[in-house]
C-alpha cells in the first residue's frame, strides 16, 4: 500500500501553467502504475493521464492531451503532471492515484490509495 500526497495547485489564468507533484510513501512505488483524475463541482471524478511502472507508458483523456504530460521519477517516490495552456474547464480538485495494474482509462477502476487532493482553479 501507498500513501499519496498532492500538492502544486493554485490559481492561474488561463493559457498558464502549473505543475502538480505527488509524494508517495510506503512501499515498492515502482510495483504500482499511477494516474492523476479531477473532480470538478457537480461532477464524477474523471481520469486525466496515467503512467506505466517505468514511465516509459503514458495515456491521457483527449481532453487534455497535447497540453498535460505525466512523468515520475521512481528514484524520489514521486509523481508529476505539467499542466500547459490551461482552460477554465480544467478547474477541479486534482487527486493522484495508484494502481497495480494498468495505467490506461480502461484500468481507471483499479486506481485507488488517494491522495487529499489539490485545487487547480483557471481563470478566464
Known amino acids: 500500500q501507498v500513501q499519496l500526497v498532492e500538492s502544486g495547485g493554485g490559481l492561474v489564468q488561463a493559457g498558464g501553467s502549473l505543475r502538480l507533484s505527488c509524494a508517495a510513501s510506503?512501499?515498492?512505488?515502482?510495483?504500482?502504475?499511477m494516474g492523476w483524475f479531477r473532480q470538478a463541482p457537480g461532477k464524477e471524478r474523471e481520469f486525466v493521464a496515467g503512467?506505466?511502472?517505468?514511465?516509459?507508458?503514458?495515456s491521457y483523456a483527449d481532453s487534455v492531451k497535447g497540453r498535460f504530460t505525466i512523468s515520475r521519477d521512481n528514484a524520489k517516490n514521486m509523481v508529476y503532471l505539467q499542466m500547459n495552456i490551461l482552460k477554465p474547464e480544467d478547474t477541479a480538485v486534482y487527486y493522484c492515484?495508484?494502481?497495480?495494474?494498468?495505467?490506461?482509462?480502461?484500468?481507471?477502476?483499479?486506481?485507488?490509495?488517494w491522495g487529499q487532493g489539490t485545487q487547480v482553479t483557471v481563470s478566464s
Open positions: 492515484a495508484a494502481s497495480l495494474y494498468g495505467w490506461e482509462p480502461t484500468y481507471q477502476h483499479t486506481f485507488g490509495s
Open positions: 503512467i506505466s511502472r517505468s514511465g516509459g507508458g503514458t
Open positions: 510506503g512501499r515498492n512505488f515502482g510495483g504500482y502504475s
